[in-house]
């Protein structure tokens, strides 16, 4: 009888604590907010141990290699019920995990990429897979991996065992940099971004009902976004816009945040759009919206926060998308970060995110890098460094009108690019890449000589070797005190991947071809 009792505990407690993370940013909203998460807390965050490392036969592409994986929590395999983690490799290649153990289960190179693969000596376009896939769970203990390989074909695999549960499609054009997938109702999108493959910058949408894709091009700008797009419960298609100028009169819309919608014809159209009030100083000092937007309702508005490399965050209300003239924002906050400027090495790069505590207080955070700015100022500082960090918001009415109140600074951070909420913990990592995208000066004594610097150099050749290590932090979540950190336990760093949090469960890939679990006990 108690054997009976006990095993009924435990699949009890197996339900509460499961918590499925199938995309980048965790929801629609990519608000980074793992909502289901029961088994971390900031009472035992503390206890982490390093749980497992795994190297995946996934070559590096330029400063490119491993994304964030994505975790099903009960897929039934052929060797029983399993969590299942799910990682892409930029070299077009995908790989299921036991995360019980970092056990390879299965592994997929996806054909009809170029072969030979060109030269691999370009940072802003690897020539591979760039989209972190997603996953859908389509029945009990069954789930289906969404991913677009380097062809541009939509891919659909078994995340049991890595076989194909539809044939490959034509989604996007090939050779282009699309970013993270996300999908809504039925629909995949993603958006591509810095010409990568020759291809326009544009929104994508494919429907897996129909197989048939659709496209929209605003005309200006490159559509980034670690996260890909937002998706906001009315299923509007936000992401923001670089590398472009801002003149709506004439359909450029570079430097703002684009909205598309679905037609009834399932063809996308332009819904909204916001230009930022300096759009164009922004476009000429290459400080570029660069992130993806984070959309959330809050008693009973509909809000979006966007941000660029200057440093600042936009609050926005998303029936009312940048005010009659388009450009005005319900609150704009003074610089976080980025008092010189500049348009490499600091500035907002990774993803923000936002969540509610238990007392219904909305959060909104951004990680940043380089030196905290002199206007930045917030209740709780545990540092002001030069690496970066978390600054930590409060969304909240003051005098009648929404404003975003800092409420915490976090720690130093050598390049903070993303967070995740999970349970009372902010799980924020500090990718350590060499981020400088021009020729440093050099004097009379250094080695090689005066060099005077200045010139642009972003390419892989220079910047491999001045990076340094990824960390792993575990933050308070209403004061941004440090509860945990990795310390020196990750050999290597990264670009352009992320972070993933679930059951306990913390991972984090890097430039090596390592994934890294760390956890609490279960």
Known sequence: MKRVLAAIVLCAGATVYAADFLAEGVDNGRTGWVKDEKIFTAANVGGMKLLWKTKLDSASRAMHNLFAPLIAEKVNTAQGVKEIGVVAGVSDDLFGLDVATGKELWHIHFDGGPNPPPPANNTLCPSGLTAT??????????????????????????????????????????????????????VIYTATAQGCGGLTNAFYAYDLASKRSTAFLPAGGGLWGRRGAAISPEGTVYIGTG????????????????????????????????????????????????????SFDYRGRKFLVGTSKECKLWLLDRDAFGGEDHRTTLDTTPLICNDAQAFDGRGIWGALSAWQDAAGTQ?????????????????????????????????????????????WLSRDMDLAEETVIANGVVFAYAAGEDASQVVPDAAWNETGGTKYGGGLSSGPGRRVPGSRKAALYALDAQTGKELWSSGNQIESWNHFSGLTVANG??????????????????
């Open 363 to 407: 959060w909104v955070l951004a990680p940043f890098w380089g030196p905290v700015s002199k206007q930045f100022k917030a209740p709780i500082e545990h540092a002001r460094g030069n690496g970066g960090g978390v600054a930590a918001f409060k969304v909240q009415q003051v005098a009648g009108k929404w404003k975003l109140v800092p409420a």
């Open 133 to 186: 896939p997603t996953m859908a769970q389509v029945s009990p203990g069954k789930y289906t991996i969404y991913a677009v390989s380097w062809d541009g074909r939509m891919r659909q695999i078994n995340a049991a065992d890595g076989t194909e549960a539809a044939p490959a499609e034509k989604f996007i054009p090939g050779g282009g940099k699309p970013y993270a997938l996300n999908l809504y109702k039925g």
């Open 505 to 522: 469960r913390a991972y984090i890939a890097t430039f090596d071809g390592i994934l890294y679990s760390f956890g609490v006990a279960r």
């Open 243 to 294: 590398d472009g100028e801002y003149d709506p009169g004439n359909r450029r819309l570079g430097n703002g945040i684009v909205a598309v919608k679905l037609d009834e014809g399932k063809q996308l159209q332009l819904a909204d759009y916001f230009g930022a009030p300096n759009a164009n100083w922004l476009w000429r000092r290459d400080l570029d919206v660069n992130t993806t937007p984070v």
